[in-house]
């Protein structure tokens, strides 16, 4: 395989890996009501919630890339 399919290969495997971390960041969102009303209400909190469901989304995805 030349070099320029492997970066276009590794290209397309980063913009999937991108819209499933998007993807799956806006259903964690719902699922635990993380809205912009609470964002309003308690920032701090909405916040701390949303980097939570940052990091989780950020591991399962990358969990499901290697294994």
Do not use: C, H, P
Request: avoid cysteine; glycine fraction near 6%; charged fraction near 30%.
């Amino acid at each position: 395989m030349k070099s320029s399919g492997i970066v276009a290969y590794f290209s397309i495997q980063n913009e999937q890996s991108q819209n499933r971390l998007l993807m799956s960041i806006k259903q964690m969102q719902e699922k635990e009501a993380v809205t912009d009303e609470l964002k309003g209400k308690e920032q701090r909190g909405w916040i701390r919630r949303m980097n939570s469901t940052q990091k989780r989304t950020e591991e399962n995805v990358l969990n499901g890339l290697i294994y």
